[in-house]
Structures are given as structure tokens and as C-alpha cells.
């Protein structure tokens, strides 16, 4: 089976853009999460998607948002880019509940904003 | 919510030698705790998880060990080897919350 795939790999962005990051589930998985990964801060959790529905969004302001589409894949979408906001971002894939089960993850977009 | 400390944030040991890392939670409700892997450059990977009916699980060098009343788990490497230098973080969660939360991070560094 092919893993979790995300595009773009890199971004550059300035303050104020807006940029949308994409993310493939692995075949069958219905529950795409994604997570805001910074050095010394860990992986912090942004949202969970299952089957189109928002089941869970972490502490992120409105600026960040998501959306899953019917075949599963996912978007996530950041508005009003700011300079902290430069990150690796990563999406998972799960079978079922992705809080209570393997996630697998991709590799990452990292987005860097200037 | 849920928070979850991680400690040493950084570890040093030689090959051959066992590695120890620690992590509290502090929602009681929590009930799975995995352990994921990240090398350098590379997508986290899950290399043992626990659930909270059991007290300790094994898998080959690795061991996971859970004490929900003290509400820390730890993970165990046996016979380090370079191979085995990455972050490692843990993470826990409770059926209610529907999130994983991770800890910041642990750099274990294997030395030839």
C-alpha cells in the first residue's frame, strides 16, 4: 500500500498570504489529522477529519482550517500567514479513531514564512 | 486538557547500554499511550503503544512500562545501537478528548 502523501514538500510564503497544504490518506484510512510540528514544541495537534465531518481542532486561532473530501484526502488551509506560523506541518492517516490508534504519517510540508 | 511532560529532553548513551524515557500525564482518563520515533529528516513512526488495562508491553529491545496511579509511563531500550539515535515522543490520550497529545520531544543519541 502507498504511504501517506503530502504536497507540497516546501513552501515559501510572505506575511499576510494564505496558503493551502494537501494530504493523501492511506487507501481505506478514513480519518486524516494534522499537526503543527516547531523545534522544542513537539507536535502540536491542529484538527481531526473523519468521513468530511471535523470531529476534533486543537488550540490553533481561526486563521488555520481544514477540509476532507469524499475520497478521504484533505486540505488544510492557513490565512493571514504570520511569521511564527513557519513550521513543519503533518498529516496522519488512521484506519479508525486516529486518537486511540496507529497514525501513520507523511513526510511533512515544511512551510517557511518570510 | 490533557498535558504531557517529557523528560530528558536530550539523552546521551553508549552503544550496548539501555536508554530511559520518562512522561507524565495528567488526565486520569487517559487510556493509550504510544511511543513514536522520528529520525532526522524523516515522518514519525509508532514503535510500541500501550493501553491503559496493562501495565507493561515488549516488543523485541523495546519495552513500555504504565503506572496509571503515580500517571507516568516509560520507555525502555535494551542493548542500544546507533540505529537508534532519533526523537522520540510520547503521547497520550482518553476516548473523551479525541486528541492526541504529545510531549516535546526526547534526542536519544546512541555513541559508538
Known amino acids: 500500500k502507498a504511504g501517506v502523501t503530502q504536497t507540497p514538500r516546501y513552501l515559501i510564503k510572505t506575511r499576510g498570504q494564505q496558503v493551502t497544504l494537501s494530504c493523501s490518506p492511506i487507501s481505506g484510512h478514513r480519518s486524516v489529522s494534522w499537526y503543527q510540528q516547531t523545534p522544542g514544541q513537539g507536535l502540536q495537534f491542529l484538527f481531526e477529519?473523519?468521513?468530511?465531518?471535523?470531529?476534533n481542532k486543537g488550540n490553533f486561532p481561526g486563521r488555520f482550517s481544514g477540509r476532507q473530501f469524499s475520497n478521504s484526502r484533505s486540505e488544510m488551509n492557513v490565512s493571514t500567514l504570520e511569521l511564527g506560523d513557519s513550521a513543519l506541518y503533518l498529516c496522519?492517516?488512521?484506519?479508525?479513531?486516529?486518537?486511540?490508534?496507529?497514525?501513520?504519517f507523511g513526510p511533512g510540508t515544511r512551510l517557511t514564512v518570510l | 486538557g490533557e498535558n504531557v511532560e517529557q523528560h530528558p529532553s536530550t539523552l546521551s548513551v553508549q552503544e550496548g547500554d539501555s536508554a530511559v524515557i520518562k512522561c507524565t500525564y495528567s488526565d486520569s482518563a487517559s487510556n493509550y499511550f504510544p511511543w513514536y520515533k522520528q529520525e532526522l529528516g524523516k515522518r514519525p513512526q509508532l514503535i510500541i503503544d500501550?493501553?491503559?488495562?496493562?501495565g507493561e508491553k515488549k516488543d523485541q529491545r523495546i519495552a513500555v512500562t504504565l503506572n496509571k496511579t503515580a500517571k507516568h509511563f516509560s520507555l525502555h531500550i535494551t542493548e542500544t545501537q546507533p540505529e537508534d539515535s532519533a526523537v522520540y515522543f510520547c503521547a497520550a490520550t482518553s476516548g473523551s478528548a479525541r486528541q492526541l497529545t504529545f510531549g516535546s520531544g526526547t534526542q536519544l543519541t546512541v555513541l559508538p
Open positions: 496522519a492517516s488512521s484506519l479508525r479513531d486516529s486518537h486511540q490508534n496507529e497514525q501513520f
Open positions: 477529519y473523519f468521513s468530511e465531518t471535523q470531529r
Open positions: 500501550i493501553r491503559s488495562n496493562v
